[in-house]
């Protein structure tokens, strides 16, 4: 079992930045990829960034390249989103998820992916 927390979120005005955590707990973190997903209003779950087990490989949608960079601290059994730029279209409830298949890349789909976290609220106004 993995418990995963995110935290972070809020309003922001376009141009902004903010920075989500997830913080997590029940397994041994550095055993694992993470990843962050979104879901924007009337839109499907959409793949923002990945990150492998010890942060060597990190994978960012298009959407997202050059302003959103993910990060992970496995000595806080943190992973982080830096979001840069922000714009009215990134506006969306944000989830951490965590592979724990013992997945050398990590994925780009929902599916591959085994536990969730509650999410958080980003909203950028413009």
């Known amino acids: 079992q993995v418990q995963l927390v995110e935290s972070g979120g809020g309003l922001v005005q376009a141009g902004g930045s903010l920075r989500l955590s997830c913080a997590a707990s029940?397994?041994?973190?550095?055993?694992?990829?993470m990843g962050w997903f979104r879901r924007a209003p009337g839109k499907e779950r959409e793949f923002v960034a990945a990150?492998?087990?010890?942060?060597?490989?990190?994978f960012h949608a298009d959407s997202v390249k050059g302003r959103f960079t993910i990060s992970r601290d496995n000595a806080k059994n943190t992973v982080y989103l830096q979001m840069n730029s922000l714009k009215p279209a990134d506006t969306a409830v944000y989830y951490c998820a965590a592979d724990v298949r013992y997945t050398l890349v990590p994925g780009t789909y929902a599916s591959d992916y085994d536990y969730w976290g509650q999410g958080t609220q980003v909203t950028v106004s413009s």
């Open positions: 990150s492998s087990r010890s942060g060597g490989r990190t």
């Open positions: 029940g397994r041994t973190f550095s055993s694992y990829p």
